[in-house]
């Protein structure tokens, strides 16, 4: 895993010296060594970076930016099939000088053009150079597994794994881009391709980008959607058949992901992705797997002790952390740094540990992101699929009454369900969807924190809903139900834009390399196409996965309800945070800073203070922005 920067600057102001200092802000995710290309062109300044962290082909050989003829590329991820890609290119009369894939990449570019992705398994932001046709190609993932910005203006294209790098360029505008603010007040995150700055996107997953260095023409297009596997008709094949093919495509997409050069662990949580994983690893490997979880003393959340279950039942060298106050405090002081656009999901926090402990042993660790995107895993699924019909079958009138009276009444006061994780945030959006429980605004409602009318109220200056993946109609209504709805949505926002960020940015911040099995493409490829009822079944999520599981593990270690790799932010909040909550929210503070209704932001905080746990995430967004506030626009 690696940090890439660089630019195409038709200005021809911008010196490899100025490209030197944007690469130096990602030597964080590539400590193993660094490398630039710089030229004049008769068009523009050229200059590609690198900052690497040496898993495969780990000598001076895999040093990047790497030249093949007219082609150079600057390039972060892995292409886990390389080996036959090379194969195939050598029977073709290619022959090769290093035993990376980073050169796999550029004779197999040069071989087939835009097309050489499709041949790609793997997570990958590249860029290549091509000096004969005078363009560059920006190419993000499948999944968006591996991030990449980009930012145009003034005749200055700007690119980076991470958008500290452009703070470094003297002719960057950090503007701020306040629609895009309004989306990560509501979701925790800013959805693709949008971004925090004006003039400023990521690159969407699936997509590439050409920029034509003499025209200084820029066309983005699409050469994978989840779209047009959910589109196809359903698979005619049995339960049985369908378990078999999809362990056959997780046995394959979990070993590509254990070829590397130096140590791999990994992520276990206890849950039933990451024990799939690492049970089929582990039968599969005669030597201890190791395996890293992170602990907390809030029982209703903390899911160690499942993980150590799971660990001794698979017989792997178990490693558990249990995270403590003074843990979070330093870590959330570091968070606007490492997530240098402001970002909401606590669970950073747990993931940047784990990171941290998995790195004193090895360079690679496997997570198991995805499974619930792909395997129906959410608890809002279940609820959909339960709840959502009922609650269309109550009259409007009666709807609305029982809105108002769970408005009156704190989700703390409501007798067991008040321990289940994440229920109080869940109990104040259940009283917006009885005023319409229809598929999508059940989808938009636990999506968000904030409804449309109360981010008119939080504003001061009126922002604009954004386009995103969240408005997409682009599942056909020949292919159209609830469930393949919402799992499609989840697929192409929350994954990338929150799930994925945040495990990238938090084992990069450690230097170290997570990998993604269930990403695998022919996974989604193959279940998207799979009925409803193979993946949610009787209320049962995760249906087929269960049952792949339950040929490694027993069932009485597995069949839980959902914890969620989350940390008692609340409880956080309202003890040691205190103190950061009165810093960053003072009302002069916002006041000064002139974004914000401080007559809101001041009722939320102190109806938290008052007992309304339920407003603990929201808060926590405004925390997040305000720190990132002060890292980057003061």
Known sequence: MCGISGFIDFNKKSSEGILKKMSDTLSHRGPDGDGTFFLETPFSNVGLAHKRLAVIDPGVSGHQPMRTGNLWITYNGEIYNFKEIKLQLEKAGDSFTTKSDTEVILKAYNKWGIDCVHKFIGMFAFVIFDQIKNEITCVRDRTG???????????????????????????FVKELNHDALSAFIQFGNVPAPHCIFNNCFKLKPG?????????RKLEISNYWNVYDYYNQPKLGISFEEAKTETEKLLISAA???????????IFLSGGVDSTC???????????????????????????????????????????????????????????????????????????????KIAKKEVTVALSADGGDEIFAGYNRYGYLMKQGNLLKSVPQFARSGLASVLKKISADKIPYFKNHYNFSNRYQKIQLLLKDPSVENIMNRLSQQYSESEIADIFIKKTRI?????????????????????????????????????????????????????LDHRI???????????????????????????????????????????????????????????????????????????????????????????????????????????????
């Not at 980009?150 to 470094?168: G, I, M, T």
């Not at 070993?255 to 130096?262: C, I, K, Q």
């Not at 393949?484 to 949505?489: C, D, G």
């Open 145 to 171: 597994i591996k991030p990449f910005f980009y930012y145009f203006r003034d005749d200055l294209f700007l690119f980076a794994s991470e958008l500290k790098a452009f703070h470094k360029h003297p002719a």
């Open 207 to 215: 997509h590439f980008l050409k920029l034509n260095i003499v025209s």
């Open 255 to 265: 070993s590509y992901r254990m070829v590397s050069d130096v140590p791999v662990g």
């Open 277 to 355: 994983l690492a049970a089929i690893l582990q039968k599969n490997f005669t030597e201890k797997l190791k395996t890293y979880t992170i602990g907390v003393k809030d029982k209703s959340l903390d899911e160690a002790p499942y993980a150590r279950a799971i660990a001794e039942h698979l017989g792997t060298d178990h490693h558990e952390y249990y995270c403590e106050e003074k843990d979070a405090l330093s870590l959330i002081l570091k968070l606007p740094y490492y997530y240098d656009e402001p970002f909401g999901d606590y669970s950073a926090i747990p993931t940047m540990l784990v990171s």
């Open 466 to 518: 954004l386009e995103t993946s969240f408005l997409s109609k682009e599942l056909q209504p020949t292919s159209y139900s609830p469930l393949s709805y919402m799992m499609a949505i989840d697929y192409q926002t929350y994954l990338p834009d929150d799930i994925l960020q945040k495990v990238d940015r938090a084992s990069m911040s450690q230097g170290l390399e997570a990998r993604e099995p269930f």
């Open 524 to 634: 989604i490829e193959f279940v998207a196409r799979l009925p409803d009822n193979f993946k949610y079944h009787k209320h049962i999520k995760k249906y087929i996965l269960k049952h792949i599981t339950y040929s490694y593990v027993p069932r009485k270690l597995l069949d839980r309800p959902k914890m969620g790799f989350a940390v008692p932010i609340d409880k956080w909040l309202y003890n040691d945070l205190r103190d950061q909550v009165s810093f960053y929210l003072d009302d002069l503070r916002i006041k000064e800073q002139a974004i914000f209704n401080s007559i809101f932001i001041q009722n939320i905080v102190s109806e938290f203070y008052r007992g309304k746990s339920e407003h603990a995430l929201k808060i926590w967004y405004f925390l997040m922005f305000q720190m990132w506030y002060d890292e980057w626009m003061k």
